[in-house]
């Protein structure tokens, strides 16, 4: 059976699959239309990750913009933070592409794991699960013919930050896992921030009172950096040019380039700041016993320096984008070594 991790995050969709392939694109969907210059000045082609001109057919057949071209390009377009990401439409459009990047050629059965923040697992697992076993659409892109069927023969659905775990501890546990101490890991994504915390002992038990979901992540600096942006210049941003601000620290307003990386580095660390109060405030004095403290997601990226102070031993995983789906794949993995033997 062929596997996929896939961390369908509200900023960024984040996948892998076993034969290595990696993709990455912002969660933002819109409208398809026509763009008869596209291709000039260097404009985007092909069908990868960003140009992602897509029909998706689950019935009638709908033309959508997914990725980076919804960003360079769409109308309107918005992050989908609605609460149930099971039903919202945004999600399947997500998922379709990322499978018409991921799927292997011909009809193979697919082995899918993927997440929810911790507190939507707990309530809302079984939901989601049951809309992935449904899920069925038909996917090509425009300038192409090759159609791809995009089911899934089996899904595992797991919590976002134990998925970043097993990423950041497979292949390194006996520096990680210490008996009697405390593992904690730190998941800095888009809306949410999730954190997970196992004792361990001959096996990893989960601590549920230290652990949980902060509903706060990188999306409420980028709302605070557009407030300073409005305050200080009078004018408004969109997605694409919030995006661009937050990641660069400079634009171009009214034919001048804008530098505000000072204001948004402070921005982020008072952002940093109320997640380390947050996570204190759960741990108590239960963090003087924590042997590591991981920090992974798209947040610990741009956040990873002022969430080190922390606890001594405080680290960013590697590639931490990735940490879950990576995670991800991992826990598809195991779960086929296990039906092989048995």
């Given at each position: 059976?062929?596997?996929?991790?896939?961390?369908?995050?509200?900023?960024?969709?984040?996948?892998?699959?076993?034969?290595?392939?990696?993709?990455?694109?912002?969660?933002?969907?819109?409208?398809?239309?026509?763009?008869?210059?596209?291709?000039?000045?260097?404009?985007?082609?092909?069908?990868?990750?960003?140009?992602?001109?897509?029909?998706?057919?689950?019935?009638?057949?709908?033309?959508?913009?997914?990725?980076?071209?919804?960003?360079?390009?769409?109308?309107?377009?918005?992050?989908?933070?609605?609460?149930?990401?099971?039903?919202?439409?945004?999600?399947?459009?997500?998922?379709?592409?990322?499978?018409?990047?991921?799927?292997?050629?011909?009809?193979?059965?697919?082995?899918?794991?993927?997440?929810?923040?911790?507190?939507?697992?707990?309530?809302?697992?079984?939901?989601?699960?049951?809309?992935?076993?449904?899920?069925?659409?038909?996917?090509?892109?425009?300038?192409?013919?090759?159609?791809?069927?995009?089911r899934f023969a089996k899904v595992t659905v797991f919590p976002q930050a134990a998925g970043a775990v097993?990423?950041?501890?497979?292949?390194?546990?006996?520096?990680?896992?210490?008996?009697?101490?405390?593992?904690?890991?730190?998941?800095?994504?888009?809306?949410?921030?999730?954190?997970?915390?196992?004792?361990?002992?001959?096996?990893?038990?989960?601590?549920?009172?230290?652990?949980?979901?902060?509903?706060?992540?990188?999306?409420?600096?980028?709302?605070?950096?557009?407030?300073?942006?409005?305050?200080?210049?009078?004018?408004?941003?969109?997605?694409?040019?919030?995006?661009?601000?937050?990641?660069?620290?400079?634009?171009?307003?009214?034919?001048?380039?804008?530098?505000?990386?000072?204001?948004?580095?402070?921005?982020?660390?008072?952002?940093?700041?109320?997640?380390?109060?947050?996570?204190?405030?759960?741990?108590?004095?239960?963090?003087?016993?924590?042997?590591?403290?991981?920090?992974?997601?798209?947040?610990?990226?741009?956040?990873?320096?002022?969430?080190?102070?922390?606890?001594?031993?405080?680290?960013?995983?590697?590639?931490?984008?990735?940490?879950?789906?990576?995670?991800?794949?991992?826990?598809?993995?195991?779960?086929?070594?296990?039906?092989?033997?048995?």
């Amino acid at each position: 059976m062929f596997k996929i991790g896939l961390d369908l995050g509200y900023g960024y969709v984040k996948g892998v699959n076993q034969t290595g392939k990696e993709v990455s694109f912002p969660s933002l969907v819109c409208e398809g239309f026509d763009r008869p210059l596209s291709g000039l000045f260097g404009g985007s082609s092909g069908d990868g990750e960003n140009n992602l001109n897509l029909i998706v057919t689950d019935g009638a057949a709908r033309e959508i913009f997914v990725g980076e071209l919804a960003r360079r390009e769409g109308r309107n377009v918005s992050f989908a933070f609605d609460e149930d990401k099971a039903a919202h439409p945004a999600t399947q459009d997500l998922l379709a592409a990322a499978g018409y990047l991921l799927f292997p050629e011909g009809h193979v059965p697919v082995h899918l794991v993927t997440g929810l923040p911790l507190e939507q697992y707990i309530h809302k697992k079984d939901e989601f699960k049951q809309v992935l076993d449904r899920f069925s659409v038909f996917v090509r892109h425009k300038e192409g013919r090759n159609v791809k069927s995009i089911r899934f023969a089996k899904v595992t659905v797991f919590p976002q930050a134990a998925g970043a775990v097993y990423h950041a501890v497979w292949d390194d546990r006996s520096k990680y896992l210490v008996k009697g101490g405390y593992l904690g890991l730190v998941d800095i994504g888009f809306k949410t921030t999730d954190f997970i915390v196992f004792l361990v002992e001959d096996r990893l038990i989960m601590r549920e009172d230290l652990s949980g979901t902060i509903n706060a992540g990188v999306s409420a600096v980028q709302a605070t950096v557009d407030k300073m942006f409005t305050a200080k210049t009078g004018g408004r941003l969109d997605v694409p040019e919030l995006m661009r601000l937050v990641d660069s620290g400079r634009i171009a307003f009214k034919g001048e380039e804008l530098e505000f990386s000072r204001e948004i580095e402070a921005i982020k660390y008072d952002f940093a700041k109320t997640i380390k109060d947050r996570l204190k405030g759960t741990w108590g004095n239960k963090l003087n016993f924590f042997h590591s403290i991981l920090l992974a997601g798209g947040g610990a990226t741009a956040l990873g320096r002022a969430l080190i102070g922390l606890h001594p031993s405080a680290v960013i995983v590697r590639d931490p984008q990735f940490a879950n789906a990576r995670g991800f794949l991992k826990v598809a993995e195991n779960e086929g070594r296990k039906m092989a033997a048995g």
